[in-house]
């Protein structure tokens, strides 16, 4: 495009259908590829709300920084701030670029950080196809994510407070 945006990119972000684990019968795949210092308790909290909101899905947390020394720790935070381990995925994606784009295509939506959102990450999640909900913040690094999805068009997948994030999941 004249514009430098990819038409293919945009149309498919605008016009998602049903996930496709909705079509299998499989769990529907949050995912979370966030560094983890972005991973605070009350970030942990709202998502242990999403899931009780959907019985059926599981969080996928996805980093390379996912190593078997980080995971005891964090599966101690995740359980203390009211996630049932056993629907949460920590997974290390392959080590190149393809294997990363592949394990984020294996999931259907994107929960974004806050306060401090993702921006690459929510830039690959919607590339890869996926829906990215964002919770919008007060400050420049937690209004990353809802400055691409406005420019998309997406304004319905920014949520303005906590209970609307669990709303537009």
Request: hydrophobic letters at 45%.
């Amino acid at each position: 495009a004249e514009d430098g945006i990819r038409d293919d990119l945009v149309t498919g972000v605008q016009t998602c259908a049903l996930p496709i684990s909705c079509l299998s019968g499989a769990p529907l795949r949050l995912l979370a590829p966030h560094q983890l210092f972005k991973l605070n308790a009350p970030l942990l909290r709202l998502w242990a709300e999403v899931l009780r909101q959907l019985p059926d899905a599981e969080l996928v947390l996805l980093r390379s920084s996912l190593t078997p020394a980080n995971q005891a720790p964090l599966a101690q935070r995740l359980r203390q701030c009211g996630l049932d381990l056993s629907r949460v995925r920590m997974e290390r994606p392959p080590g190149d670029e393809h294997g990363y784009l592949e394990a984020i295509a294996r999931c259907d939506l994107m929960l974004d950080a806050w306060p401090h959102n993702g921006h690459t990450t929510a830039c690959e999640a919607l590339w890869m196809g996926l829906p990215v909900i964002t919770l919008q913040g007060d400050r420049p690094c937690g209004r990353l994510a809802a400055s691409v999805l406005s420019a998309l068009g997406r304004r319905d997948w920014i949520a303005r407070d906590e209970r609307a994030y669990v709303q537009t999941v």
